[in-house]
């Protein structure tokens, strides 16, 4: 019996740091976008110095889940949720990447004018904040409807980014300089375009987790 209480109480440190690990690659995407806006190269840096610390805290999940797995012999639906932490955890990770890219990108960019201000932008990253906390939510709670509505958030967040990039593309001109500028922003779309494609893979593994059934969302 200790030892059902016991990996319980492991489970439920397991969800703890991913809602953790979620909330700093959270925070970090907005820190990115803000970095961007402002053109802001200290703040930028900070986001980039970040990575580490997203990297060593998905290996930790990593090395809590496998201990679970190798010490406690989980049955079925305990071993989806853990094997579901493990893909989260990667998720995460490369969200995290995708804030790093965007703070490098404002690193390029100081000491530069934006030649567009920065509207639909912050408008997706809004978008991709809510989806990836209702993610880690429909995760927590195994909530399949909570995961299954990431389709249609996925869906307004993939509108902004074709919009995003007919403007952009329309600003194109024979200034290398400014194409240069333009095309870093689609790079930045482009990302936080991704950060919502994971929050939405995530949603896909909770309802294999508590189904056993796959559903794809990113259609």
Do not use: W
């Not at 990115?32 to 840096?45: C, F, I, Q, R, S």
């Not at 190798?70 to 893909?87: T, Y």
């Not at 991709?128 to 995961?147: F, G, P």
């Amino acid at each position: 019996m200790d030892n059902r209480i016991n990996f319980h109480q492991s489970l439920e440190e397991l969800k703890n740091n991913l809602l953790k690990m979620g909330s700093l690659v959270e925070n970090l995407i907005i820190q990115a976008v803000e970095a961007l806006a402002a053109l802001d190269e200290k703040k930028a840096k900070e986001t980039v110095d970040m990575d580490d610390e997203i990297d060593d805290m998905m290996l930790q999940i990593e090395e809590h889940c496998l201990r679970l797995i190798a010490l406690q012999q989980p049955m079925a639906s305990d071993l989806r949720l853990i094997g579901m932490a493990l893909k989260i955890a990667t998720d995460l990770e490369r969200i995290g990447d995708h804030a790093v890219d965007i703070g490098k990108i404002a690193i390029r960019l100081s000491g530069e004018e934006l030649v567009k201000p920065l509207e639909d932008i912050p408008q997706m990253v809004l978008l991709v904040k809510d989806m990836l906390r209702e993610s880690l939510l429909a995760y927590t709670e195994q909530d399949i409807h909570r995961a299954a509505s990431l389709a249609e958030k996925d869906d307004v967040v993939d509108k902004l980014f074709s919009t995003l990039m007919t403007e952009i593309m329309a600003l194109m001109s024979s200034d290398v300089a400014r194409n240069r500028q333009l095309s870093h922003l689609m790079f930045v779309a482009h990302y936080l375009e991704r950060v919502a494609d994971h929050a939405t893979n995530i949603g896909e593994g909770v309802i294999y987790m508590v189904t056993g059934k796959r559903k794809d969302l990113n259609v």
